[in-house]
């Protein structure tokens, strides 16, 4: 095994800000992205929580798992509207003033016009005292790190494009790599003999997923770890399970 | 105000248990199905947290979800195989045994038939001591309660067949109404007399969702509160604010 997969990897929790998540109103997206691009950089994501827009929860949040994880990362409620609380909140749960940003503050000025900048607008120049910005070609609205937590915008758009800078400062791990077999076997049938597989490997996580899709259920068999050969070798152990039980593997990744 | 709106509203949170969710591989759609039944039975979903397949974080997010809310409903973990590990772990969440329902071996033993229940399948039996099962028409699979925690399926479709049935049990609270008005303003513009609408209606939550959709930005503003009438003022106030700064309000619900 190469040096760098015995690094432990780094970890990381997705906190999403936000009443509208918890009223129903709307279904977040934002969660799938960032764990999907966290498990291709070898980062791995224990932990996502979400909360309203209340200040003492979202201190409570942001201490735990910026305490807990390498990374934290934020999404949601960094506008310039009375609900959006996320900053004077995460300032607080550092023990650190809010400040206009110069940079974002001179930005403003050149997006609105000289003097146009109202208070309202201005609001989107505060920061944490301290916080490095994390700009986004999308909009004029910047999110910031402060200490190891990321604090993006809510909108996935602007969120992507966010990420998309915050990535490449990011310590990474060995790659997660991951394979996936389908098919219609019952999963009560398939437990004994995957477990036996799951016991052999302890260095690959096996995860059994059923799904119920047109009238039909089945299970995904999904294999997760850093080692492509050790990967390859649990697939076909499982497809020859598969086979041994009447079943006909079907390799989806 | 009718003597019951002044009850106070249950509250929930919601523990998503999964690698599946914190990899990437499987975007969660039961979180805000939950929310918004919770929303439309008046019980106000105040938290929820993402955990993967590890006993001890389990444990320690029912324990403390659990103590917090006056429901928890947990969906995920509740198959036959080696990585649902989500009964186990409630039933130590709880100091509970793990037992075997007489009521469920019956009804795999009349699904599979006489003798046919291996270890594998009898495993879909096992519930903590005391639990009450919830049964759901989609598959042969049960979920249950124990104190005031509800255990699901992560299948979205047996989840929502089971809340189904959990519904008409739990205690609810007023109704909470909801209602929407877009604009393509700017958040920044409307911040400031939306503040003041907030703090002149302070039983009324006014929130503020910018989005991004084909290549236009805009915003809905939303109210919620139990007051119909109430709701309805304040959406006329929204209205009248978007239109003295030369918008034009779409009601969107």
Redesign the interface.
Known sequence: MPAEASKPAPTAAVLII????????????N?????????ALGIR?????????IEA?IIDAVRTLSGRYSYVFTTGGI??????ITTDSIAKAFGLPVVVDPTIAELLERHYGAGKV????L??ARVPQGAMLVDNP??AASGFRIANVFVMA?????MRAMFDNVAPTLATGPA?L?R?IACHLG??????P??AI?LRHPDV????????RQGA?GVSL?S?GTDAALLEQVTEEIAAMIRDLGGEPVFES
């Open positions: 936000g009443n509208e998540i918890l009223s129903g109103r709307t279904q977040d997206v969660l799938n992205h960032i764990a999907g691009k966290l498990t994501l224990l932990e996502a929580r979400v909360v309203p827009d929860e506008g310039p509207t009375h609900d959006d109202t208070p309202g607008r609001r989107m999308v909009s809510g909108v996935p758009a602007i997660i991951q996936s999963e009560s049938l398939l437990a004994e995957l477990e799951q996580d096996i995860g059994s997923y059923p799904w119920f259920f999904v997760r």
